[in-house]
């Protein structure tokens, strides 16, 4: 056991494998950030996105065994946060329907207390105002192409669709986001 | 960077023909970045550590629930043998009739016994 920073994946799975955590921290250091931007990038920069990105992780290392490294792990993990969020916006959809006549919007919340710089908050206020207004199956593209910088066919991996509804999809959404961001 | 030209960055990273990689990194300088609190990663490895610890001990009990089943087993199968043994000493054979105790018994005194005709 020691330091993992220099080490690569597969030695980093095999000893995560064996129950070794300090391994296993270096994997979520590693990928902490892009867990962030999806699961922040569709449910706002909250506490509870804190949350499913904790569940995302948990959920990988109950699954390392399953992983057969067929895909790359960034990939494995993304469709997690990714399968993880959208059950999350739909579990919260629901509960509003049946408790709360309030629009969607209200659902996501957006903490910016940490940035101190003016631009750069009113910058990630605008993006989130934004990413909230739009269809979560956009939402879900948008978040890949603009905060991740996916091209489409790494998006349509990720995602697993198939490229053109892709496509159509971004193309739909530049048009809403045309719209919403007029507005703003 | 103003708001409109943040705008103007939004709307062009959904290009297709865009560089997509690029325009992120571009947003995320202009503070358009996300990532958990400091403590995420200890927080996530402190939950997988207690989970660990709670299915360590279900597995104990298992165990220990699988072990008290064994020995109650065994007890069984030896007390039976036990019995077995006692009966082909006493009896000479271990057949149904000495197992039952009937062993040594005619068939005229059974058919006594059960009709209650002694005499």
């Known amino acids: 056991m020691g330091s993992y920073t220099n080490t690569d994946e597969v030695e980093l799975l095999k000893a995560s494998l064996d129950g070794d955590q300090l391994a296993f921290a270096e994997i979520v250091n590693r990928y902490r950030k892009m867990v962030a931007r999806t699961v922040k990038g569709m449910l706002g920069d909250s506490v509870f996105a804190e949350d499913i990105g904790q569940e995302v992780f948990i959920k990988l290392y109950h699954s390392l065994a399953e992983f057969r490294g067929e895909a790359k792990l960034a990939t494995y993990i993304q469709r997690i946060a990714v399968n993880l969020t959208l059950n999350e916006i739909k579990r919260r959809k629901r509960f509003v329907s049946m408790f709360s006549q309030t629009g969607n919007n209200e659902l996501y919340e957006f903490e910016v207390a940490d940035i101190n710089d003016e631009e750069k908050r009113e910058a990630k206020e605008l993006v989130h105002k934004a990413l909230m207004k739009l269809d979560p199956k956009f939402r879900i593209v948008v978040a890949m192409r603009m905060l991740q910088g996916y091209s489409t066919r790494e998006t349509a991996e990720m995602l697993e669709l198939p490229l053109g509804t892709v496509l159509s999809r971004l193309s739909r959404a530049q048009e809403q986001l045309k719209k919403i961001l007029g507005k703003l | ?119």
């Open chain 2, 1 to 119: 960077m103003k708001l409109s030209e943040i705008k103007k960055l939004i709307i062009s990273s959904l290009d297709i023909n865009s560089a997509p990689a690029d325009l992120a990194r571009q947003l995320e300088d202009e503070g358009i970045s996300f990532d958990f609190s400091e403590t995420f990663t200890g927080k996530v490895i402190e939950k997988l550590y207690a989970s660990g610890q709670v299915i360590n001990r279900e597995l104990e009990f298992v165990r220990t629930m699988s072990s008290a089943f064994y020995r109650i087993a065994l007890t069984g199968v030896a007390a039976i043998v036990i019995l077995l043994i006692s009966i082909f000493m006493m009896e000479g054979s271990i057949s149904l009739n000495s197992f039952l105790g009937l062993g040594d018994t005619f068939d005229e005194s059974i058919i006594c016994l059960l009709t209650g005709n002694l005499y």
